[in-house]
């Protein structure tokens, strides 16, 4: 239905250009909106693709993340059930009593009630030759050389020094601050504790 101000309208636009050219300037209007809207659709459709790119890159994004997640809590999972392993099967050879260590084989750490015979012959002599002194003070172990009778050469020396130092470093003797070792069971210096005599 036309409203009457239309009708109006197009009553006077016929009589004042007669009936064919009032016709051609609707028909040209009509196709003027027809192009704007074909514009518009254009845009929108344009604008539309876009957003589906986007769309799409944030759902691949949003993939990754979910995956990368799940792959932690996976890994997570599975070193935390390894380290309990690992910690139970710690706990079980904790358990099982060690055996004395064959003479001659290692130094082992000392501890109570070990008996000094499990140490190599060498060993126990520079042990022994500390103990002997222990009254006197510490030693070098230059002096532990020479008592032993290997003699005074550095080769001999450091030979003495680095049995000495593993005996320190295993709680058997102790090193000094100064490099000299003495019996007892204080406090063992480490690798590297102290200078050397």
């Excluded at 009708?7 to 609707?26: P, T």
């Excluded at 390894?82 to 099967?89: I, K, L, R, S, Y």
């Excluded at 500390?130 to 030979?159: C, F, H, M, N």
């Amino acid at each position: 239905m036309v409203s009457e101000e239309v009708r109006e309208s197009l009553d006077v636009l016929f009589r004042l250009f007669g009936e064919g050219y009032a016709v051609a300037s609707m028909l040209g209007l009509l196709e003027a909106r027809e192009a704007a809207a074909r514009v518009r659709v254009e845009d929108l459709r344009e604008a539309a693709a876009r957003a589906a790119a986007v769309l799409e890159a944030a759902e691949i994004e949003l993939d990754r993340r979910v995956i990368a997640r799940e792959e932690l809590v996976e890994a997570l999972a599975v070193s935390a059930a390894e380290a309990t392993a690992v910690t139970d099967a710690e706990a079980e050879v904790k358990s099982v009593s060690v055996p004395a260590p064959l003479p001659g084989t290692t130094v082992p750490s000392w501890r109570e009630g070990l008996p000094a015979t499990v140490l190599t012959p060498d060993y126990q002599r520079i042990l022994g030759m500390v103990a002997d002194r222990s009254d006197q003070g510490p030693v070098r172990a230059k002096e532990i050389a020479v008592v032993l009778g290997l003699g005074p050469t550095p080769a001999k020396v450091e030979g003495v020094r680095s049995k000495a130092r593993r005996l320190a470093e295993r709680g058997w003797l102790v090193q000094e601050g100064s490099g000299m070792f003495s019996a007892g069971r204080g406090i063992v210096a480490g690798p590297g504790g102290g200078s050397s005599a």
